[in-house]
């Protein structure tokens, strides 16, 4: 899975309906990759759910913790 600035506002409207997604796949994590995992947590919340973030790459887990969202996205 890649979510890139290319291709960040498909992955914005492919926002998944389950309460959890696999990121184990995810090939490169930067801040468009952030940005588009954000949105989703916040249209889950929406929706009266939490979304969690599984198999986080290390890469993504470095990038949220230095943004300071990785308690938002629960990383």
């Known amino acids: 899975m890649r979510i890139s600035f290319d291709n960040a506002a498909a992955a914005l409207r492919a926002a998944p309906?389950?309460?959890s997604v696999d990121l184990s796949k995810l090939v490169d994590?930067?801040?468009?990759?952030l940005a588009v995992l954000i949105a989703w947590a916040a249209r889950a919340h929406a929706r009266g759910t939490n979304l969690r973030y599984l198999n986080?790459?290390?890469?993504?887990?470095?990038?949220?913790r230095l943004s300071d969202v990785d308690g938002l996205l629960g990383l």
């Open 17 to 19: 309906q389950a309460h």
């Open 29 to 33: 994590a930067d801040s468009a990759a």
């Open 56 to 64: 986080a790459p290390q890469a993504l887990r470095n990038l949220a």
